[in-house]
């Protein structure tokens, strides 16, 4: 059974800082590409930011120079480290994993007071 545990969310002022984790079982997971999205009130939900197996990371415009992805093979965990924060930033933060099946967590909400 896949699960993916996000973790680390909650309100922050404008300007700070948050880390998110996610934590993954039953999937082998250095194989796996994996991703943050997130999903405002009343909004689509979109890409954050992206990691390969290998490492490369990939962001969305909105959040390049704020944000890093990183991850952990041997804690099978990926981590967004998201500075700078902005009250537009306020969202549910999803972990997904992705291969030739995607999987998504359940999510952590991230709220930026102004």
């Known amino acids: 059974q896949v699960q993916l545990v996000e973790s680390g969310g909650g309100l922050v002022q404008a300007g700070g800082s948050l880390r998110l984790s996610c934590a993954a079982s039953?999937?082998?997971?250095?194989?796996?590409?994996m991703g943050w999205y997130r999903q405002a009130p009343g909004k689509q939900r979109e890409l954050v930011a992206a990691i390969t197996s290998s490492g490369t990371a990939n962001y969305a415009d909105s959040v390049k120079g704020r944000f890093t992805i990183s991850r952990d093979n041997a804690k099978n965990t990926v981590y967004l480290q998201m500075n700078s924060l902005k009250p537009e930033d306020t969202a549910v933060y999803y972990c997904t994993a992705f291969r030739e099946l995607n999987y998504w967590g359940k999510g952590t909400l991230v709220t930026v007071s102004s």
């Open positions: 039953g999937i082998i997971f250095s194989i796996y590409n």
